[in-house]
């Protein structure tokens, strides 16, 4: 794919919404490439774990969901319960779909994109761990506008993913956030 093509589709991210929030019937849910500059700016400033390098988190944050401009928004977790069929189905398509957009140019973008889908290198762990993290803050900016227990799912599977301990520490912090919300709006 010519370079313009694969900017032109994976620009495409733009307007694809997020399964997750239409499903939950946010009425403006953010889009896949809102998702992705979240992830990207805690990439970016938040503290990293020894042995993860932060210019390929960066970029591999960038480009970690470049393959839903083809595929889309897929769910296949809901709270703590994961549809491993489904996900090992969805796998195999993202990865077609990035052999598809990147072709044998961009190898390194191609690279960072396929490894953040294999979970094999430090830095994929970790992103995953933001990409939660970053899910839960978007949940309660959600909750703040809507019902408090509506999102209670990602949550809960935010919760299965977090490892790092300053990860952890944030995502305490904005439990207690969450709650003290519940608090004063009854």
Same mark, same amino acid.
């Given at each position: 794919?010519?370079?313009?093509? /694969? ?34 700016? /805690? ?28 595929? &889309? ?5 809901? &709270? ?6 489904? +996900? ?20 390194? *973008? ?27 803050? *978007?949940?309660?900016? +959600? ?6 227990? *509506? ?9 299965? +993913? ?9 995502? *305490? ?14």
């Amino acid at each position: 794919m010519h370079s313009l093509e /694969l900017l032109q589709t994976a620009l495409q991210l733009k307007s694809v919404k997020r399964s997750g929030w239409i499903y939950k019937e946010i009425s403006t849910p953010e889009s896949v490439a809102d998702h992705s500059y979240g992830i990207s700016l /805690l990439a970016l400033f938040l503290p990293l774990p020894r042995g993860v390098n932060r210019d390929r988190l960066v970029k591999m944050a960038l480009l970690h969901d470049v393959s839903e401009s083809i595929v &889309g928004d897929p769910i296949y977790e809901n &709270g703590k319960l994961r549809n491993v069929k489904k +996900y090992n189905s969805i796998l195999k398509e993202k990865k077609k779909a990035l052999v598809t957009l990147f072709k044998d140019d961009f190898p390194e *973008q191609k690279e960072l994109a396929l490894e953040y889908l294999e979970q094999k290198t430090p830095e994929a762990k970790f992103l995953k761990e933001l990409d939660k993290l970053e899910s839960v803050l *978007q949940a309660l900016a +959600y909750e703040k506008k809507h019902h408090p227990d *509506q999102l209670n799912e990602f949550w809960e599977n935010a919760e299965l +993913y977090l490892k790092d301990k300053s990860l952890l520490e944030y995502f *305490q912090r904005l439990r207690k956030e969450r709650l003290t919300n519940r608090v004063n709006s009854c």
